[in-house]
């Protein structure tokens, strides 16, 4: 396949500059900067996650939904913290087989997200690698100071509550892996959360003032719970039977109960975690029917480190969730 046609710095011109037309401080990408005003009495929520292909999505997904992808696990942090996100930046590393179609559809995708959620790029680099593909992207965002969520905050007798559904994402990864045969009409929904997440934006910014503790779900639900309890010097308790499982999840457990192992342990749900006192309990379904979204207690903070799961099915086990370095002998 051909290269791209243009080189960097039309390439920017061509398919990002667009995308800051409307942050005035990007100065249409043409400076090594970008500038940013802070509002009195706010603070920047500042994130980056790197997505490379063969590890965070197939080399050959749309390339759409590749930019949108980048740019969705990034929002989501700032979700987690309560914040608003307000611009990106891309670190784009484009192997040689990165076409002048390819790049339109990706450019296509990224700015079809920044108008969803009201985000500017404002900068970046784009470069050429002998691959694979490999994307950064740096999200920033604003919260009221003083308001922010955090890991370290959860308190004894706190409900853990998570969002939406847990376990799609690994599940639909499994899939496309050729692990697991579904019908497609329940396969697909799951393939579409494992490539498009769905930021918990409006829940996050809710929650600031409510939550004691907070995060997203994207290396699984326990490893994540524990990274909660880690930094809070707490444990928890969860019941598996609580934990929210869409139609599709639950016709797979069905058929295999040890798929339950990968609900718990699977990542890119990118779902909501959070702890709360039991006195938000009648807040939260209200903020619940209000968003339209499941809030779904599942389990509690409890004084003893560690953490525990009761009620899993026959088969299942409790495993740590995904990491890219594993150290130890």
Same mark, same amino acid.
């Given at each position: 396949?051909?290269?791209?046609?243009?080189?960097?710095?039309?390439?920017?011109?061509?398919?990002?500059?667009?995308?800051?037309?409307?942050?005035?401080?990007?100065?249409?990408?043409?400076?090594?900067?970008?500038?940013?005003?802070?509002?009195?009495?706010?603070?920047?929520?500042?994130?980056?996650?790197?997505?490379?292909? @063969?590890?965070?999505?197939?080399?050959?997904?749309?390339?759409?939904?590749?930019?949108?992808?980048?740019?969705?696990?990034?929002?989501?942090?700032?979700?987690?913290?309560?914040?608003?996100?307000?611009?990106?930046?891309?670190?784009?590393?484009?192997?040689?087989?990165?076409?002048? =179609?390819?790049?339109?559809?990706?450019?296509?995708?990224?700015? &079809?997200?920044?108008?969803?959620?009201?985000?500017?790029?404002?900068? @970046?680099?784009?470069?050429?690698?002998?691959?694979?593909?490999?994307?950064?992207?740096?999200?920033?965002?604003?919260?009221?100071?003083?308001?922010?969520?955090?890991?370290?905050?959860?308190?004894? @007798?706190?409900?853990?509550?998570?969002?939406?559904?847990?376990?799609?994402?690994?599940?639909?990864?499994?899939?496309?892996?050729?692990?697991?045969?579904?019908?497609?009409?329940?396969?697909? =929904?799951?393939?579409?959360?494992?490539? %498009?997440?769905?930021?918990?934006?409006?829940?996050?910014?809710?929650?600031?003032?409510?939550?004691?503790?907070?995060?997203?779900?994207?290396?699984?639900?326990?490893?994540?719970?524990?990274?909660?309890?880690?930094?809070?010097?707490?444990?928890?308790?969860?019941?598996?039977?609580?934990?929210?499982?869409?139609?599709?999840?639950?016709?797979?457990?069905? &058929?295999?109960?040890?798929?339950?192992?990968?609900? %718990?342990?699977?990542?890119?749900?990118?779902?909501?975690?959070?702890?709360?006192?039991?006195?938000?309990?009648?807040?939260?379904?209200?903020?619940?029917?209000?968003?339209?979204?499941?809030?779904?207690?599942?389990?509690?903070?409890?004084?003893?480190?560690?953490?525990?799961?009761?009620?899993?099915?026959? @088969?299942?086990?409790?495993?740590?969730?995904?990491?890219?370095?594993?150290?130890?002998?």
């Amino acid at each position: 396949m051909a290269a791209p046609s243009l080189d960097e710095f039309a390439l920017i011109a061509e398919y990002f500059a667009p995308l800051a037309a409307n942050f005035p401080g990007a100065l249409r990408l043409r400076d090594d900067a970008a500038l940013v005003d802070v509002p009195e009495g706010q603070r920047v929520v500042v994130t980056t996650d790197a997505l490379v292909a @063969g590890v965070h999505f197939f080399p050959d997904d749309p390339p759409g939904s590749i930019a949108r992808k980048a740019l969705r696990v990034n929002i989501s942090d700032v979700a987690a913290m309560g914040g608003r996100p307000t611009a990106i930046l891309l670190a784009a590393c484009f192997p040689d087989d990165v076409t002048d =179609p390819w790049l339109r559809e990706f450019a296509a995708g990224l700015a &079809e997200d920044c108008r969803e959620y009201g985000i500017s790029l404002i900068g @970046g680099d784009t470069v050429a690698t002998p691959g694979p593909l490999s994307l950064t992207v740096t999200a920033l965002g604003l919260v009221a100071a003083g308001r922010e969520l955090r890991r370290d905050r959860a308190r004894v @007798g706190d409900r853990v509550y998570v969002s939406g559904s847990i376990g799609d994402a690994a599940l639909g990864l499994e899939v496309l892996k050729g692990g697991l045969a579904l019908p497609q009409a329940a396969a697909d =929904p799951l393939v579409a959360r494992y490539r %498009l997440p769905q930021p918990r934006l409006a829940l996050g910014w809710r929650l600031a003032g409510l939550a004691h503790a907070a995060m997203d779900v994207s290396d699984g639900l326990y490893s994540d719970l524990g990274h909660i309890c880690r930094a809070s010097g707490l444990g928890a308790t969860i019941d598996a039977d609580r934990i929210p499982l869409s139609a599709a999840a639950r016709m797979a457990i069905r &058929e295999r109960p040890d798929l339950m192992t990968l609900v %718990l342990s699977g990542g890119d749900d990118y779902e909501l975690l959070f702890t709360a006192p039991a006195t938000a309990d009648p807040i939260i379904s209200t903020l619940a029917g209000q968003l339209g979204l499941e809030l779904t207690p599942i389990g509690s903070i409890i004084e003893t480190e560690g953490l525990s799961v009761v009620n899993l099915p026959k @088969g299942a086990a409790v495993t740590g969730g995904f990491m890219h370095f594993r150290g130890g002998k």
